[in-house]
């Protein structure tokens, strides 16, 4: 992150900020179509575009060509839709269907993802005597998540031709496309060709990110990738083009050296072992950087402390998270580096995304999506 690129962020006040790259995020999602030529690529925008806002997100994707969008929720896909209102997309709801989602995807032309017999008798019924509405239907194929069995789909085919509904895409999910190597891909694409040749006119869609770099056996006709979009997952990708999308920024608040034998936060958890210069960065936990980061803790004891960057050096996380501030190692860091007010990367270009998250004990999905409300977001 360029300073010039820093300083036309209009930050208010000394919280987190993240800034979003939207030409990487669409140069993610052309990298992510140009991966899959036979099939349409989609994203999947939901929890609020991974944190980052769904309509900044869906905006930026809309632009670079996406024209099928993926949210869990009726109530975040009409979000979407005003976003890109007068606009031909698609928008799934993936979480099924009750009265009041029924009533959103009617109002809101949302298509519901029907995953239980239920979401499709409750849809059949809303469906019928206006003109069949589109729905998708989602199979189960190993991951027992969501999703109708053999059995369910044959009677949602019979309920789909008594005409209540039109079946416009049929899908399912893997439950290991991040690991290439696992037995349960080839497994779950079986079973969902099995599945899927009930409908032999409708559309197929299996794979999420790691989908996408599994290979053309796996992109049927639409993908749904979303970490990759955002810049995680980035080790998946035989390619190495995905660009980091997030940087998150924090302020130093104070810079001071304590002495050898001291300790620093709480539960002094931290015991000096020298002289240790010491900066006091403003974010926590109450912003989405994990506790769990802290000092050594049985989740990833066997990882090093996360880092942050300052100038381009990279520094250690020091002692316990706090809700609001993070303490930093910085002795070993060019002294004129480090000065309250200055910017600390937490993770971005300098420091990725997926190693924050790793040092965490978590994923990147998670560290995006915890991002807490105070800390303010801005497309760049
Ligand atoms: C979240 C989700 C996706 C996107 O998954 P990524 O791993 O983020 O690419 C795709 N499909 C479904 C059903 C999902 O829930």
Known sequence: MTQSVLSAVPVSGRGPFVTIDGWALKSNWRHLANLAPGARTGAAVKADGYGLGAALVAKALFAAGCREFFVAWASEGVEVRQALANTNCRIFVLQGLDAEAAELCRAHRLIPVLSTLDDVRLFAEAASGALPAPAALQFE??????????????KALGLARQGGFDVTLVMSHLACADDPDSPENDRQRQSFERLAALFPHVARSLANSGGVFLGAPFHFDLTRPGIALYGGETGLDPLGAIRPVVTLHARILQVHTAPRGEAAGYGASARLERATRIATVGIGYADGY???????????????????????????????????????????????????????????????????ARRCGTISYELLTSLGPRVQRFAV
């Open 141 to 154: 194929t190993g991951m027992n998540r969501l999703g109708l069995d053999e059995a369910d789909a044959r």
């Open 290 to 356: 994990p506790r769990a980061a802290s000092g050594v803790t049985p989740l990833r004891a066997s990882e090093p402390a996360p880092e942050m960057a300052i100038g381009g050096h990279r520094a250690p996380v020091l002692g316990r998270i706090s809700m609001d501030m993070t303490l930093l190692d910085v002795t070993d860091l060019p002294e004129d580096a480090v000065r309250p007010g200055e910017v600390a990367e937490v993770f971005g270009p300098t420091v990725p995304l997926d190693e924050v």
